[in-house]
Structure formats: structure tokens, C-alpha cells
């Protein structure tokens, strides 16, 4: 195994040398893939509507076609969901992403091309071990298995061979032999629908495997290995799975949950490495150990925009055009696709030698009920800020607006809180919250001040596992699916009280 192990390390670390020259020539690059996906999409229907074979130049792009949000997509994924061939991409498009997003029951459908199932999510799953093995090249990782998540994928009737599903499943069903042979849980268990029996099945399959890395949601791997450890009656998951390595995750800001797979750890050490993947597309990858920007992946069939946040989408801009310290909106144009897509997700550059970034966060996810702005970003810092300096764990968390009531003038933020481990003063924990928040937004603090537009946090405590309750109770188990953490909509946690008790 180590002979493997040295082999299929030095065939990913061989990569290095294409992504080195995406990082010496961005630009070039970028356009080329622009280019690319103009020639190929050009007699599509979408491509003849907006007349994109005869564009000459970004500006002419940019002129051209308007940036759209899923809604203005609706119409011609509906069509290709429905068995019509060349409608935003040449051919029949067999395959679709089931997103629900983080703050809305409405499910979106994300096509997926065999050019981007292969040059983009393959390609990005591939690279996320060429850059840790760049980075780590005493690994071993590959003398065993890695226990990866999926969800489940349907038929998408009446057609016979066309599926829609999650992303994961997508991926899971078209893996190449070799890499199915280095993952667990089997294929059918992976594909399980009720998420508690494949859980028990999960737990059953791999807690006798040589599990050497993990992928997928924190929250539900979590889950499984809280699980793992009460039913094999242990202490720590390295008595379980001795040589466990690496967790790759991403699809939520991890830093909450690192102290809860630390204390699963005992004291043997785990790495952590990040991605920043979706349905609509693989974008970014950690670069370096030790650093939280994530590396532009340039060479994925997707070309990159950028709005900068609060400002017109008449303002975007490509690559060349965007500054260090400032906040963007990302729009894509992709070989699945999609074009000049708002993804609705924001991100901050630190570097552009690379390219370098870290996510700030949804462009919905946030509570603005007083003016106050108040991002995803900066809740989920001050919850760990907070927890920091109250020794606790949160294990999940929600917030949402109340407007005025009893009489008073001011509304405030109901926070509900599901603790791992829960402070020894909860109105500890309270006060540094909300002070860190103040220090984190100048618009939250404006309108804390005096208690008049804005009063002091409300925090709810509920019993571990009540987030769980109410995700089951939406039909949301499942790693694709993660806990909205704001919502710009009173009495949104209500919802979650409701399972409290149950």
C-alpha cells in the first residue's frame, strides 16, 4: 500500500504544473474560456437569442446578455429538464443539481453537461488532493479510504435516462471505477433515502474500513461520528479509524464546528482542508496549509465576474478589474450552462498573485430588519468569538428579527442556540456577542445605540438535536442541505422552538 500510496500522490502533485500556469496567466486563461464557451454554445437556443456568435470582446458580452438570477434561468431549465436538446448548451442535458438554497423552500434544478461533471466538479475533486499533497507530501491518505456523504438522485419522468438530485449523488453515480474503490460507504448505502437508516448502514460499513480522510457537510459527518463513538462505546475516533488524516469540507463557515471534530480527535491531531464547491460549480480550493484563502481554480470551463457589493450589476467586472479588500458579488459563465449567473455569493480578495480569496457570504443570508445589515459573516464570527471567551461549543444556530412588542420602540434579533457544550453563564456569552457584533458592523452598532431602533439580543437555548428534529420535519436531512443561520424574516425560529420539546 505504500508503493500505491507513493504512486497516486506523485500523479496528482504532476497537476501542479497546470495550475501553476492558470496562476502565471490569468487573463489569458479567462478569456480563452470565454471564448471557449461562446464557440461551443453559439447555435444553442440561448445562443442565438442573444446572438453570442458574433460577439468580438468582453464588452460586447457584457452588453450583451444581462446578469440573471435563478428566476430568469427558470424557463429555459425547465425546457431542458424536459428532454429538449440545445437550449443553453448543445445536446440533450441528462443530468440536474436539486438545490434549495439556505433560506427558501423552493427547489432549484442546475443543469449539469458531461464538460462540467468532467472539467469542472472531477477536476476541482482532483485538485483538492493534488494541492494537499502539495502541501503534505508525507500523506498517506491513500492506503485507505475516504468516508464521503452523498445524497440521493431520481428519474426525472416520464424520461428514462435523465436524473435529477444532489450534486453529491451526481458526482457519485459517474466516479470512475478507481475512485469508487477508494471511497466508502458502498454505492447503495450512499444512495439510501431515509437519511437514518443510512446513517445506521454509514456506521455499519466503514467503522471496520481503514478511513483515512473525510468529505462532505460538517454538521451531518458529525452526526455519524457522535453516533459511531456512542454505539462502539469509545472515546475518541482514532480508536475507530486509527490512521484518519484529513477532513475536507466546505458548504458552510467551519470554524464553529472545529473544537467539536477536535474534541472527537482526543488528542491525536487532524488536519482541515477547505473547498468551496456548488451545485453550479467547483471554484475554489485551499492553497496552502496553515492559510484560509482559497485559490481562484481558473481552469474549469468557468469564467468569472464580479459585482462589487451594493453596486449595479452594470458595474461587474472580470478578473483583471477586481481589488484587493474589496467585496464582490460572483457571477459565473459555465460549461454547464449558465450565463452570467448570480450565484449569490459574495467574496473578498487577498491577494491577485494568485488570485486568492476567502467567502463573506450569501447575498440573502443576512438580517437588515432595522438597517443594520447585520451579514452572515459577521454572526458567524461573533458566535465564535463568543464562544471562545465563554468556554462553549455551539453545535447549531439561527437568528431572526422581532419587530416592536410590548409597547416597546425597539426591535431586536432572536437568536435560538443548540450548544455542544453550553457555557457556564449564558448572559456571559449574550453581552460578548453582541458586543463583538457591534465591533464587527458599524450598521449593527449605529443601531444599538441607546437601545432605541435596536434592543439587545434574545438568545433561546433548545436540547441537542432539536435542529435536527426540525430539518427532518422539512423533508432536509441530508449533507447537502445546511441550517439557515440568518433570516430576514420575523419570527423565522419559531419554527425551531416547535421541535424543542418534541
Known amino acids: ?35 471557449k464557451n461562446i464557440r461551443i454554445a453559439k447555435d444553442t437556443e440561448f445562443g442565438k437569442k442573444f446572438a453570442i456568435g458574433d460577439l468580438r470582446s468582453y464588452e460586447e458580452f457584457k452588453q450583451r446578455i444581462p446578469i440573471m438570477e435563478y428566476d430568469a434561468f427558470k424557463e429555459w431549465i425547465l425546457r431542458c429538464k424536459q428532454g429538449e436538446s440545445n437550449i443553453l448548451w448543445p445536446g440533450q442535458i441528462k443530468w440536474f443539481a436539486k438545490s434549495s438554497g439556505t433560506t427558501s423552500d423552493k427547489s432549484k434544478f442546475i443543469p449539469i453537461t458531461p464538460e462540467s461533471l468532467e472539467e469542472c466538479h472531477f477536476k476541482g475533486g482532483k485538485d483538492m488532493l493534488t494541492l494537499y499533497c502539495n502541501n503534505f507530501e508525507e500523506t498517506t491518505i491513500f492506503t485507505g479510504k475516504s468516508l464521503t456523504l452523498s445524497g440521493t438522485r431520481k428519474l426525472n419522468e416520464p424520461l428514462q435516462d435523465s436524473y435529477y438530485g ?29 437519511w437514518e437508516e443510512k446513517i445506521k448502514m454509514i456506521i455499519k460499513e466503514t467503522a471496520n474500513e481503514n478511513v483515512t480522510s473525510l468529505a462532505g457537510v460538517p454538521s451531518w459527518l458529525l452526526l455519524i461520528m457522535q453516533t459511531m463513538l456512542k454505539e462502539k462505546r469509545k472515546s475518541n475516533i482514532h480508536e475507530i479509524w486509527p490512521n484518519l488524516e484529513v477532513f475536507f469540507h466546505g458548504g458552510v463557515y467551519f470554524d464553529p ?15 482541515f482542508w477547505e473547498t468551496y464547491n456548488a451545485s453550479e460549480g467547483f471554484f475554489g480550493l485551499q492553497f496552502e496549509k496553515n492559510k484560509r484563502e482559497l485559490l481562484l481554480m481558473l481552469d474549469y470551463g468557468v469564467f468569472y465576474e464580479f459585482i462589487p457589493i451594493g453596486e449595479s450589476t452594470e458595474n461587474a467586472v472580470p478578473l483583471e478589474g477586481v481589488q484587493t479588500g474589496q467585496i464582490y458579488s460572483m457571477v459565473i459563465t459555465t460549461n454547464g450552462g449558465l450565463w452570467r449567473y448570480n450565484l449569490g455569493d459574495t467574496v473578498e480578495f487577498h491577494s491577485i498573485e494568485p488570485f486568492t480569496f476567502t467567502i463573506k457570504g450569501r447575498t440573502k443570508s443576512f438580517i437588515n430588519a432595522f438597517g443594520e445589515e447585520l451579514m452572515v459573516e459577521n454572526a458567524d464570527k461573533a458566535i465564535e468569538t463568543a464562544s471562545s471567551r465563554a468556554n462553549c461549543v455551539v ?39 453582541d458586543n463583538t457584533l457591534k465591533s464587527l458592523n458599524s450598521d449593527y452598532e449605529a443601531k444599538r445605540s441607546g437601545n432605541f431602533i435596536l434592543d439587545k439580543p434574545r438568545i433561546t437555548t433548545v436540547p441537542t438535536g432539536t435542529f435536527y428534529k426540525w430539518m427532518k420535519a422539512k423533508q432536509k436531512l441530508g449533507g447537502q442541505f445546511k441550517v439557515p443561520r440568518l433570516v430576514n424574516r420575523a419570527g423565522a425560529v419559531d419554527e425551531i422552538l416547535l421541535h424543542a420539546g418534541a
Not at 501542479?16 to 478569456?31: A, G, N, R, S
Not at 471505477?177 to 460507504?185: G, K
Not at 473544537?259 to 488536519?271: N, Y
Open 166 to 194: 444532489d450534486l453529491s449523488a451526481i458526482i457519485l453515480q459517474n466516479l470512475p471505477l478507481l475512485a469508487e474503490w477508494a471511497r466508502t460507504p458502498s454505492i447503495d448505502v450512499a444512495m439510501m433515502e431515509n
Open 257 to 271: 464546528y472545529k473544537k467539536q471534530f477536535q474534541a472527537l480527535c482526543g488528542k491525536r491531531e487532524m488536519r
Open 1 to 35: 500500500m505504500d508503493l500505491v500510496n507513493s504512486f497516486v500522490s506523485w500523479v496528482f502533485k504532476k497537476r501542479m504544473h497546470q495550475i501553476e500556469l492558470f496562476m502565471k496567466y490569468p487573463m489569458e486563461v479567462q478569456t480563452e474560456i470565454l471564448r
Open 395 to 433: 453545535n447549531e444556530y439561527t437568528a431572526s428579527p422581532i419587530f416592536q412588542e410590548g409597547g416597546k420602540s425597539a426591535g431586536l434579533h432572536h437568536w435560538v442556540i443548540e450548544f455542544y457544550h453550553p457555557p457556564e453563564n449564558l448572559a456571559y456569552f449574550e453581552e460578548v456577542l
